[in-house]
């Protein structure tokens, strides 16, 4: 049994009501959400985002670094003119070190020097500190040069055992 | 009026009926999404994807190479042994190319050194063909020395104007 076998049910459920087929590209409230990929996140019911509004940029730890790429494209491209990063409690960012990946991932294959190689070529984005994850993040953005003037920076924290959003910066 | 004042209204309504405080870290299906930021594209709703049960990644085009730093934490820290690669109609990443996205960038900031030196860094991984997009991210992960052996991969279109999934791969 795959997961992927849900997903034509699932689907054919969505499709039945679905009637949002016109709505445009770009994002109609302007901005986008930077996010990590856990699966207790579920960035649009969480916040109260409806379809169409918001670009949704997700990884592992919510970087805005590796986002990068996605927010200069979603500015330039698709208008928006708002970021808000959200980190969150119990994140497994927090668990591991750059050093500590690298080695584990060898050692599930020792000898490999492709493994070996690939795995150390990776920069994982592990972080010590949520709050200042988040700061930092916010920093990475409004210090970038391909950032638009004026961009609406925000950085916020998301507790997966209450559901509840903070912000914080 | 910023979108991120609408983020605390819509928050407190999710935290109102929220009851999934005890879910566990890892996704309790193995699978980990990978699909664009769109903001039509709304992966949990669209393929009937409950809280917890997976990973989903997000970025502009929904590139599994830029995916692969958190679908190697996603395997080898939290437990998934299964990708599934979504592209959909109508992507931004279908309308530019790599050097129109660059001149366009350095025009809005004429003689701004540090942001033609930015920009030029980026690869932004637009793609020409939707179906042949997804059938070369999925050979890019099936060939990645990080993937674990026996990963279960597949790749998919969405549609925006039908809301309907379709497996290419």
Known sequence: MSAHQDFIPGNELYVSTFDKGHLPLPPSKKVAVVTCMDARIEPATQLGINLGEAHVIRNAGGSAKEA???VVISQRLLGTREVAVFHHTDCGMLTFT???LHDKVKA????NAAVAAAVDAIDFLPFSQLEESVKE????????PLLLEGTNLTGWVYDVTTGKVQRVV
Do not use: H, T
């Not at 993040?137 to 970038?144: G, S």
């Open 98 to 100: 750059n050093e500590q």
């Open 137 to 144: 993040d916010v920093k990475f953005l409004k210090e970038n």
């Open 108 to 111: 599930e294959a020792p000898g």
């Open 68 to 70: 990068l790429r996605s």
